[in-house]
């Protein structure tokens, strides 16, 4: 299977996308399309054994859309001058359009060459020009909605070509009889209806545009971190250059003030980083030879010299903004409801029309109230608001989210997050900061204690477990050599072991003693240790233990205040770790978990997820990502807390960049507010047709309420408008 995501034109409402979606899952070898409105593209998983990205283009032309080939980095689209122009010239067209056909109607004094009952002839010919002058500026939209009615998806387009072509050709009819000498139809024109809904659809796509495009503005900032220029050296010289020159392996070169160009090592120099935007830190980080730049990071103080290793669309910033894009590009549960609705709306609304129309000419209301009304209905009837409603709000939402240093990799999690009950934590490196350290050698052999870390320090350093990081620690604080280690091997759940000078050295808690039935006459100073909250470490050579060392760590800065906060929203928080009882108790008490669950494997983690949800809990599972993958694979949501450099090789779900478990609180509002502002959106949207429609029906004629297609095409604009508006609004949520 293989992934592509296309760049769509031609798109303009959500009868559209839902159109496209369902035409390219039809297709043999497409294995599931989305398509996404706000963003304009579509998302194809295929089989490369059937398809290729020309095939595919060509099911996008045949669906009556145009591929505009691969969705390329993100950019906002600005608009063009020419744009600009043509927009300001049509609304002075507009302007007196309105004026020449209306303003007799209103008592505004109008020269009697353009009087309909003085000037017949020229009024009627005066707006047939300026009405073809807007045929031509709105060419586009009736192209689109012919096409699409003829691959059988119509769409919004297709219910405005219907009603301007309707009403054009009426008012053709009309202007035949002025000719023919009956002045009588000079007001059985509707030329001005044709031009003018054709103005405020491109007057709604021009507002929409500027809008979409503020939704997207945090996501915009992301791919602005990084400089467009950066210093490179070539044989000893330097020289600029843009970012696309710069090569792997290449030395690039970082001053005091400049920002770090592409995702690297330094192995020249020191300098203070600000990388706040992808860790959250907010003091400047000291680097140094061997230490990893981030792609974007301000560099305040130093010189530095460093190899860049991630470039283009493998560095960091790029994975963010990639999984940002891809995370819009799913669907929520409550989109889908959307999209089928929509799918059906545009047909349903076309009936109607046609309905109304035949009814108003057997009741004798006369053919030009017909044909206003069948206008009428077809303009007032607005699915772009039905279908922005939930991926305008998702949109916003994830760029808020990634702002915040949280990565959500599917839609779906921010309508899920929301109904989370049950929050699981992992100990180490979750609610501790994995900054452990070594606080107790018990020593059993005649080894002094550097010898015994110098054994079990060689063997912890081939892992990527924290508590192999305390050894490296101890050992670089105390100028102790890692020694040479053969035939590692890593039991999950219990230790690791491994030979140095063909010793055999096992290490791990209690339970790898169980496993190798090992004799252990030191129980109570493991219970001592655990009882301060170490994690233990039993250091056995040859089957004999010669030392127990215990491990502590830190509990994060913020922990008991979110933990707090999660209690008072009624969400059970549970405690799932591998280290001894006591430590997690001592733990977990102090910060005031529900539930506290030790001594487990990994795959025991797995399985008490599993029972977690078969009582009907919605699980969150939130851990370091390493030894807790099976966990967050099976937890309904899994969020990992890591650093922005390891985001391209997690599995989870969410992912914390910032460290900081504030960030679910926030996670958990954010989907909050989503949801509310979706939910008000499909209201406006639903309440919105079913107001408008009966009115544009007439069924509120007796009452001296009704709409012409001109007021009805200003109705549709006002409805999208509306729902772009309130998607806004979540821009300014507060998180804390």
């Given at each position: 299977m293989k992934n592509i995501i296309l760049s769509i034109e031609g798109m303009t409402c959500s009868a559209c996308s839902s159109g496209l979606e369902k035409y390219l899952n039809k297709q043999n070898g497409i294995i599931n399309a989305s398509v996404n409105l706000v963003m304009a593209n579509a998302t194809i998983d295929y089989d490369e054994s059937i398809l290729t990205q020309e095939k595919i283009e060509k099911y996008v032309k045949q669906a009556g859309f145009t591929s505009a080939g691969i969705f390329k980095e993100f950019k906002t689209e600005k608009q063009s001058k020419t744009e600009k122009i043509e927009f300001i010239v049509f609304t002075i067209l507009a302007i007196i359009m309105m004026y020449i056909s209306m303003g007799h109607m209103i008592k505004i004094p109008v020269p009697s060459i353009f009087d309909p009952h003085q000037n017949p002839i020229i009024y009627t010919i005066t707006l047939l020009v300026l009405t073809i002058s807007f045929l031509v500026y709105g060419f586009d939209?009736?192209?689109?909605?012919?096409?699409?009615?003829?691959?059988?998806?119509?769409?919004?387009?297709?219910?405005?070509?219907?009603?301007?072509?309707?009403?054009?050709?009426?008012s053709i009819?009309?202007?035949?009889?002025?000719?023919?000498?009956?002045?009588?139809?000079?007001?059985?024109?509707?030329?001005?209806?044709?031009?003018?809904?054709?103005?405020?659809i491109k007057l709604g796509r021009y507002l929409d545009r500027i809008s979409k495009d503020r939704t997207k503005e945090a996501i915009q900032k992301l791919?602005?971190?990084?400089?467009?220029?950066?210093?490179?050296?070539?044989?000893?010289?330097?020289?600029?250059?843009?970012?696309?020159?710069?090569?792997?392996?290449?030395?690039?070169?970082?001053?005091?003030?400049?920002?770090?160009?592409?995702d690297g090592e330094i192995v020249e120099g020191k300098a203070y980083l600000d990388e706040a935007f992808i860790t959250g830190e907010s003091k400047p980080i000291s680097k140094t030879i061997g230490a990893k730049v981030i792609a974007g990071s301000l560099n305040y103080n130093g010189y530095i010299k460093y190899k860049a290793e991630k470039i283009g669309k493998e560095s960091t910033v790029s994975e963010i903004v990639r999984l940002v894009i891809q995370a819009t590009n799913t669907k929520a549960p409550i989109a889908k409801i959307a999209d089928k609705i929509s799918g059906y709306f545009v047909p349903i609304v076309i009936i109607i029309a046609i309905i109304t129309f035949i009814a108003y000419l057997l009741l004798g209301l006369g053919t030009s109230n017909a044909i206003i009304t069948f206008v009428t209905i077809l303009v007032v009837a607005c699915p772009c608001s039905l279908g922005l409603a939930t991926p305008l709000a998702i949109v916003v939402s994830e760029g808020l989210c990634a702002s915040n240093g949280i990565l959500v990799k599917k839609s779906e999690i921010l309508e899920?997050?929301?109904?989370?009950?049950?929050?699981?934590?992992?100990?180490?490196?979750?609610?501790?900061?994995?900054?452990?350290?070594?606080s107790k050698i018990y020593n059993y052999s005649k080894l002094d204690d550097n010898q015994i870390i110098e054994l079990a320090g060689s063997i912890e350093a081939k892992t990527t477990h924290p508590i192999g990081k305390a050894f490296i620690d101890y050992m670089e604080d105390n100028k102790i050599q890692k020694l040479?280690?053969?035939?590692?091997?890593?039991?999950?759940?219990?230790?690791?072991?491994?030979?140095?000078?063909?010793?055999?050295?096992?290490?791990?808690?209690?339970?790898?003693?169980?496993?190798?039935?090992?004799?252990?006459?030191?129980?109570?100073?493991?219970?001592?240790?655990?009882?301060?909250?170490?994690?233990?470490?039993?250091?056995?050579?040859?089957?004999?233990?010669?030392?127990?060392?215990?491990?502590?760590?830190?509990?994060?800065?913020?922990?008991?205040e979110v933990i707090q906060k999660l209690n008072e929203k009624n969400i059970e928080t549970i405690m799932l770790t591998g280290d001894a009882k006591?430590?997690?108790?001592?733990?977990?008490?102090?910060?005031?978990?529900?539930?506290?669950?030790?001594?487990?494997?990994?795959?025991?983690?797995?399985?008490?997820?599993?029972?977690?949800?078969?009582?009907?809990?919605?699980?969150?599972?939130?851990?370091?990502?390493?030894?807790?993958?099976?966990?967050?694979?099976?937890?309904?949501?899994?969020?990992?807390?890591?650093?922005?450099?390891?985001?391209?090789?997690?599995?989870?779900?969410?992912?914390?960049?910032?460290?900081?478990?504030?960030?679910?609180?926030?996670?958990?509002?954010?989907?909050?507010?989503?949801?509310?502002?979706?939910?008000?959106?499909?209201?406006?949207?639903?309440?919105?047709?079913?107001?408008m429609i009966p009115i544009a029906i007439g069924v509120l004629k007796p009452l001296g309420i009704y709409i012409n297609p001109m007021l009805a095409s200003l109705a549709m604009v006002f409805s999208s408008l509306t729902v772009i508006i309130n998607a806004l609004r979540l821009k300014r949520t507060k998180l804390t």
């Open positions: 939209i009736l192209k689109n909605g012919y096409k699409n009615l003829i691959h059988k998806i119509p769409n919004m387009d297709t219910l405005v070509a219907i009603g301007v072509i309707s009403s054009f050709l009426y009819y009309g202007m035949y009889m002025i000719l023919k000498g009956n002045h009588n139809y000079t007001m059985e024109l509707y030329f001005e209806s044709s031009a003018i809904v054709i103005y405020f791919v602005e971190i990084t400089p467009n220029e950066a210093t490179i050296e070539i044989n000893g010289i330097e020289e600029k250059v843009t970012l696309d020159e710069i090569k792997k392996g290449t030395m690039v070169i970082c001053k005091p003030g400049e920002k770090i160009a592409v899920n997050a929301s109904k989370t009950n049950t929050i699981v934590f992992d100990k180490t490196g979750t609610l501790t900061y994995g900054k452990l350290k070594i040479e280690v053969n035939n590692f091997e890593e039991i999950s759940g219990h230790g690791i072991l491994g030979e140095i000078d063909n010793q055999k050295i096992i290490l791990g808690n209690n339970k790898i003693v169980l496993k190798y039935n090992i004799e252990n006459k030191y129980i109570e100073d493991e219970k001592n240790l655990t009882k301060q909250g170490n994690s233990i470490i039993y250091v056995i050579i040859d089957n004999q233990i010669v030392a127990l060392i215990g491990v502590n760590d830190i509990i994060r800065e913020n922990a008991r006591e430590t997690a108790e001592k733990i977990g008490n102090e910060l005031g978990i529900s539930k506290i669950i030790s001594n487990v494997l990994p795959v025991e983690k797995a399985d008490m997820i599993k029972t977690l949800k078969t009582e009907k809990k919605v699980v969150m599972m939130c851990g370091d990502g390493i030894n807790d993958s099976p966990a967050l694979a099976n937890a309904d949501i899994g969020v990992s807390v890591k650093s922005g450099t390891d985001i391209a090789m997690d599995s989870s779900d969410v992912i914390l960049t910032k460290n900081d478990l504030n960030s679910i609180l926030k996670l958990i509002n954010i989907s909050e507010k989503t949801i509310r502002n979706i939910k008000q959106n499909l209201f406006w949207a639903f309440f919105y047709n079913l107001l």
